[in-house]
Protein backbone atom coordinates (compact mmCIF):
# COMPACT_ATOMS: atom_id res chain seq x y z
CA UNK A 1 0.00 0.00 0.00
CA UNK A 2 1.52 3.10 -1.41
CA UNK A 3 1.70 6.35 1.76
CA UNK A 4 0.87 8.51 -1.53
CA UNK A 5 -2.09 11.01 -1.11
CA UNK A 6 -3.90 11.20 -4.80
CA UNK A 7 -7.68 13.00 -2.86
CA UNK A 8 -5.75 16.30 -1.71
CA UNK A 9 -5.89 19.12 -4.72
CA UNK A 10 -2.07 19.15 -5.48
CA UNK A 11 0.10 22.16 -4.16
CA UNK A 12 3.18 23.91 -5.35
CA UNK A 13 5.35 22.36 -2.82
CA UNK A 14 5.10 19.10 -3.89
CA UNK A 15 7.62 20.16 -6.64
CA UNK A 16 11.61 19.63 -6.05
CA UNK A 17 14.21 20.86 -8.00
CA UNK A 18 17.72 19.69 -7.68
CA UNK A 19 20.92 21.98 -9.15
CA UNK A 20 21.44 22.19 -13.02
CA UNK A 21 24.51 20.43 -14.04
CA UNK A 22 25.05 22.77 -16.68
CA UNK A 23 23.36 26.23 -16.10
CA UNK A 24 26.41 28.32 -18.11
CA UNK A 25 24.62 26.39 -21.24
CA UNK A 26 21.33 26.76 -22.68
CA UNK A 27 19.64 23.15 -23.77
CA UNK A 28 16.16 21.65 -24.17
CA UNK A 29 14.71 19.24 -21.47
CA UNK A 30 11.80 17.45 -22.56
CA UNK A 31 9.27 15.96 -20.34
CA UNK A 32 6.20 13.97 -22.00
CA UNK A 33 3.40 12.76 -19.45
CA UNK A 34 1.52 10.61 -21.49
CA UNK A 35 -1.09 9.82 -18.90
CA UNK A 36 -2.30 13.11 -17.64
CA UNK A 37 -5.79 12.75 -16.36
CA UNK A 38 -8.38 15.56 -14.95
CA UNK A 39 -12.28 15.26 -14.69
CA UNK A 40 -14.48 17.10 -16.92
CA UNK A 41 -16.01 19.89 -14.66
CA UNK A 42 -19.76 20.29 -16.30
CA UNK A 43 -19.90 16.60 -17.25
CA UNK A 44 -18.35 14.94 -14.08
CA UNK A 45 -16.52 12.40 -16.93
CA UNK A 46 -12.63 11.58 -16.79
CA UNK A 47 -10.51 13.80 -19.34
CA UNK A 48 -7.33 12.10 -20.58
CA UNK A 49 -4.16 14.02 -22.05
CA UNK A 50 -0.56 14.26 -22.51
CA UNK A 51 1.69 17.27 -21.09
CA UNK A 52 4.78 17.47 -22.77
CA UNK A 53 7.01 20.28 -20.50
CA UNK A 54 9.66 21.63 -23.03
CA UNK A 55 12.19 24.18 -20.94
CA UNK A 56 15.89 25.26 -20.50
CA UNK A 57 16.85 25.06 -17.27
CA UNK A 58 18.58 28.28 -15.26
CA UNK A 59 19.63 26.95 -11.84
CA UNK A 60 17.16 24.35 -11.35
CA UNK A 61 16.44 21.09 -13.27
CA UNK A 62 12.81 19.35 -11.86
CA UNK A 63 12.78 16.22 -9.97
CA UNK A 64 10.53 14.17 -11.96
CA UNK A 65 8.64 11.98 -8.92
CA UNK A 66 7.72 15.01 -7.37
CA UNK A 67 6.42 16.45 -10.61
CA UNK A 68 4.58 12.99 -11.15
CA UNK A 69 2.91 12.98 -7.66
CA UNK A 70 2.33 16.52 -8.60
CA UNK A 71 0.81 15.71 -11.68
CA UNK A 72 -1.47 12.66 -10.12
CA UNK A 73 -3.25 14.87 -7.70
CA UNK A 74 -5.13 16.47 -10.90
CA UNK A 75 -6.74 12.91 -11.43
CA UNK A 76 -10.26 13.84 -9.10
CA UNK A 77 -10.46 17.17 -9.92
CA UNK A 78 -12.98 19.21 -11.99
CA UNK A 79 -10.67 21.55 -14.09
CA UNK A 80 -11.10 23.22 -17.62
CA UNK A 81 -7.90 22.54 -20.19
CA UNK A 82 -6.83 26.27 -20.26
CA UNK A 83 -7.03 26.71 -16.72
CA UNK A 84 -5.31 23.16 -15.64
CA UNK A 85 -2.43 24.03 -18.38
CA UNK A 86 -2.03 27.17 -17.16
CA UNK A 87 -1.59 26.68 -13.05
CA UNK A 88 0.68 23.83 -13.55
CA UNK A 89 2.95 26.05 -15.67
CA UNK A 90 2.59 28.75 -12.95
CA UNK A 91 3.62 26.28 -10.58
CA UNK A 92 6.52 24.90 -12.36
CA UNK A 93 7.49 28.08 -12.83
CA UNK A 94 7.21 29.50 -9.34
CA UNK A 95 9.17 26.39 -8.38
CA UNK A 96 12.09 25.79 -11.29
CA UNK A 97 12.58 29.54 -12.50
CA UNK A 98 13.55 28.12 -15.87
CA UNK A 99 14.69 30.68 -18.69
CA UNK A 100 12.22 29.60 -20.76
CA UNK A 101 9.20 27.45 -20.32
CA UNK A 102 6.38 25.53 -23.00
CA UNK A 103 3.92 23.19 -21.60
CA UNK A 104 1.72 21.60 -24.11
CA UNK A 105 -1.28 19.72 -22.72
CA UNK A 106 -2.92 17.56 -25.90
CA UNK A 107 -6.01 16.23 -24.96
CA UNK A 108 -8.03 13.31 -25.99
CA UNK A 109 -11.10 14.14 -28.09
CA UNK A 110 -14.73 14.28 -26.56
CA UNK A 111 -17.63 14.43 -28.54
CA UNK A 112 -15.39 14.30 -31.62
CA UNK A 113 -13.35 17.09 -30.44
CA UNK A 114 -9.56 17.35 -29.60
CA UNK A 115 -7.80 20.43 -27.41
CA UNK A 116 -4.14 21.24 -27.31
CA UNK A 117 -3.35 23.92 -25.31
CA UNK A 118 0.00 25.77 -25.11
CA UNK A 119 1.63 27.80 -22.52
CA UNK A 120 4.50 30.20 -22.29
CA UNK A 121 7.32 31.48 -19.95
CA UNK A 122 9.98 33.45 -21.06
CA UNK A 123 12.21 35.38 -18.20
CA UNK A 124 13.72 38.00 -20.39
CA UNK A 125 12.92 36.19 -23.58
CA UNK A 126 10.32 36.44 -26.41
CA UNK A 127 9.13 34.01 -28.41
CA UNK A 128 11.36 34.52 -31.67
CA UNK A 129 14.40 33.84 -29.46
CA UNK A 130 13.70 30.14 -30.01
CA UNK A 131 14.13 30.82 -34.12
CA UNK A 132 16.81 31.25 -36.00
CA UNK A 133 16.21 34.99 -36.31
CA UNK A 134 13.61 37.82 -35.04
CA UNK A 135 11.40 37.92 -38.34
CA UNK A 136 10.30 41.23 -37.05
CA UNK A 137 13.85 42.56 -36.35
CA UNK A 138 16.23 40.69 -39.21
CA UNK A 139 19.15 42.80 -37.68
CA UNK A 140 19.48 42.74 -33.77
CA UNK A 141 19.08 45.69 -31.65
CA UNK A 142 19.26 46.49 -28.13
CA UNK A 143 17.08 48.90 -27.96
CA UNK A 144 15.13 49.54 -24.74
CA UNK A 145 12.24 49.23 -24.45
CA UNK A 146 11.57 47.57 -27.96
CA UNK A 147 10.69 49.20 -31.04
CA UNK A 148 7.42 46.74 -31.57
CA UNK A 149 7.01 46.48 -27.98
CA UNK A 150 8.53 43.48 -27.28
CA UNK A 151 10.40 41.74 -24.99
CA UNK A 152 14.18 42.00 -24.74
CA UNK A 153 15.71 38.47 -26.60
CA UNK A 154 19.37 37.06 -25.77
CA UNK A 155 19.27 37.67 -29.89
CA UNK A 156 18.72 41.37 -29.64
CA UNK A 157 22.51 42.23 -29.62
CA UNK A 158 23.96 44.64 -31.97
CA UNK A 159 22.17 47.01 -34.61
CA UNK A 160 19.93 49.08 -34.26
CA UNK A 161 16.11 47.52 -35.78
CA UNK A 162 15.23 48.16 -39.37
CA UNK A 163 13.65 51.59 -40.69
CA UNK A 164 10.43 49.84 -41.14
CA UNK A 165 9.87 48.45 -38.13
CA UNK A 166 9.93 51.52 -35.78
CA UNK A 167 6.58 53.28 -34.82
Same mark, same amino acid.
Request: charge should be positive; proline fraction near 10%.
Given at each position: ?5 ? #? ?6 ? =?? !?? /? &? ?15 ? +? ?12 ? *? ?7 ? #???? *? ?5 ? =????? &? ?8 ? &? ?10 ? /????? *? +? ?25 ? =??? !????? #? ?7 ? =?? *? ?8 ? /? /? ?6
Amino acid at each position: MSDVDL #TSAPDVSQ =LE !CF /P &NPRPERDYLIEITCPEF +TTVCPKTGQPDFGT *LIFSYVADK #TCIE *LKSLKLY =LQRYR &NQGIFYEVVV &NKILDDFVKVVH /PRRCT *L +TGRFTPRGGISSTIVAEHAAGWCWMST =LAF !CPTRP #TRCRRRPCW =LG *LPMTRACWSA /P /PPAQARR
